[in-house]
Nanobody, 126 residues
Framework: QVQLVESGGGLVQAGGSLGLSCAAS????????MGWFRQAPGKDRDFVAT????????YYADSVKGRFTISRDNAKNTVYLQMNSLKPEDTGVYYC???????????????????WGQGTQVTVSS
């Protein structure tokens, strides 16, 4: 069992930056692939970014590539999402998730992930 708690959300103007954190407790953090997803009002939850066990590989949604950076610190049991050049369309609830394994076919899908946090709200004003 893994417990995930996100923090760092808030209100920011378009073009600004915001950093999210997700603290994990429970089983060995380094044993999990970590991902970030987001859900805009009235829409499905969508993939944002994923990072593999030791941070050697990162993957991004096209919509955030070049603006967002996912990273992790296994010593602190924490995964981060640095968001720069924010746009109003980045608004939503951001969730972190943990998966036991990695699949190049499924890492973007919700069902691949075993554990989820409760989410943190990010609002980008125009």
């Amino acid at each position: 069992q893994v417990q995930l708690v996100e923090s760092g959300g808030g209100l920011v103007q378009a073009g600004g930056s915001l950093g999210l954190s997700c603290a994990a407790s429970g089983r060995t953090f380094s044993g999990y692939v970590m991902g970030w997803f987001r859900q805009a009002p009235g829409k499905d939850r969508d993939f944002v970014a994923t990072i593999t066990w030791r941070g050697g590989n990162t993957y991004y949604a096209d919509s955030v590539k070049g603006r967002f950076t996912i990273s992790r610190d296994n010593a602190k049991n924490t995964v981060y999402l640095q968001m720069n050049s924010l746009k109003p369309e980045d608004t939503g609830v951001y969730y972190c998730a943990a998966a036991m394994g990695f699949s190049s076919s499924y890492y973007r899908t919700l069902s691949w992930y075993d554990y989820w946090g409760q989410g943190t709200q990010v609002t980008v004003s125009s």
